[in-house]
Nanobody, 124 residues
Framework: QVQLVESGGGLVQAGGSLRLSCAASGRTFSSYAMGWFRQAPGKEREFVAAIGRSGILTFYADSVKGRFTISKENAKNTVYLQMNSLKPEDTAIYYC?????????????????WGQGTQVTVSS
């Protein structure tokens, strides 16, 4: 059974920073791509960032490019999302996801397993 547990969410003022973590268990995730999505109230879940199996290739949504950084520690089966210069529009529940056979990384359907989510709230 694959389990993903996110942590690190919270309340922060605009311009501040947070680091999200996602610990994976049940499989060896060195062969998996890992990613982050977010979902704001009343909106669809949207792609934020992804990192390839080796941890070298990274992909970002235009809305977070230059502000967010995704990284991965295969030895710990953990993926991180460093979020800087946060804006109120970044407020959402952030979900971690993994996939063994990535297709279009921006599509929810391309991902195999999901965490329960962690709330990020950015006040203005």
């Amino acid at each position: 059974q694959v389990q993903l547990v996110e942590s690190g969410g919270g309340l922060v003022q605009a311009g501040g920073s947070l680091r999200l973590s996602c610990a994976a268990s049940g499989r060896t995730f060195s062969s998996y791509a890992m990613g982050w999505f977010r979902q704001a109230p009343g909106k669809e879940r949207e792609f934020v960032a992804a990192i390839g199996r080796s941890g070298i290739l990274t992909f970002y949504a235009d809305s977070v490019k230059g502000r967010f950084t995704i990284s991965k520690e295969n030895a710990k089966n953990t993926v991180y999302l460093q979020m800087n210069s946060l804006k109120p529009e970044d407020t959402a529940i952030y979900y971690c996801a993994v996939t063994q056979a990535p297709g279009n990384l921006m599509k929810v359907s391309s991902w195999d397993y999901w965490g329960q989510g962690t709330q990020v709230t950015v006040s203005s």
